[in-house]
């Protein structure tokens, strides 16, 4: 069965270093992949969308890359501030036209941006 | 900005009751999606709404959980008979078209506790 993992360890960083997060997937070939910002007690607040012919995507300090081969995206986010502390959930999606084009997510991984 | 409320926030019932979660999506928006989050796991699609009916379920979405459109702003989440494990997090998300073109809205959950 499909499988998405992301690191269940808390990644802690300075503030202004770059953060970067790893979403892995097996079993698995997504039409597009989703990185979303969950806070403590609240709903998943969406980030950046990146489809299977994109490599690349960049919103202001963020950038998601998408690499199908190695089945695997990189969730970047430069000069990280303390306010960026939250856990990013990626989610992957599949082909309307081949079955399920609803989302699945990761469990998360968590940042902690230090002061 | 539009958001997606859900209510209520919290909700404490006894377990073989019956609840219903209200969601009210954004209001040009045409999918409606509800997910739930047990506590400290991953975020877990339940089923999917569009053109006043359901396009897709999970396992999850057994015949104890019912959702409807009763008029033209709510969409509610039915669970028929609360079991023990029903405790989550239940998150209702709209979007404007498809998961895989575009965001998912997420309102900020209602906390399911069956006692």
């Known amino acids: 069965s499909q499988k998405i993992e992301q690191n269940s360890e808390a990644l802690n960083i300075q503030e202004g270093k770059t953060a970067t997060l790893t979403c892995n997937y097996t079993?698995?070939?997504?039409?597009?992949l989703q990185w979303y910002r969950q806070d403590p007690g609240r709903g998943p607040v969406f980030l950046l969308l990146?489809?299977?012919?994109?490599k690349e995507k960049r919103k202001e300090r963020l950038k998601v890359t998408f690499d199908t081969t190695l089945k695997q995206s990189l969730f970047h986010i430069t000069a990280s501030q303390p306010a960026d502390s939250a856990t990013y959930l990626c989610?992957?999606?599949?082909?309307?036209?081949?079955?399920?084009?609803?989302?699945?997510f990761g469990r998360g991984t968590s940042l902690i941006v230090h002061p | 900005e539009p958001e997606v409320t859900q209510t209520p926030s919290h909700q404490v019932t006894q377990m073989g009751q019956e609840v219903i979660l209200r969601c009210v999506p954004i209001?040009?928006?045409?999918?409606f999606y509800w997910y739930r989050q047990i506590l400290g796991q991953k975020v877990e699609f339940l089923v999917s709404?569009?053109?006043?009916?359901?396009?897709?379920k999970s396992e999850i979405f057994d015949d104890q959980f019912s959702v409807e459109r009763p008029d033209g702003s709510n969409f509610t989440l039915k669970i028929r008979s609360t079991k023990l494990e029903d405790s989550a997090m239940y998150f209702c998300?709209?979007?404007?078209?498809?998961?895989?073109?575009?965001?998912?809205?997420f309102g900020q959950g209602t906390r399911l506790t069956v006692v």
């Open positions: 989610a992957l999606g599949g082909h309307a036209s081949g079955g399920s084009y609803i989302p699945t």
């Open positions: 998300a709209s979007s404007p078209d498809r998961a895989d073109y575009t965001e998912a809205f």
């Open positions: 079993n698995y070939s997504p039409a597009y």
């Open positions: 990146i489809r299977e012919n994109e």
């Open positions: 209001s040009n928006h045409l999918y």
């Open positions: 709404f569009y053109n006043n009916e359901i396009s897709e």
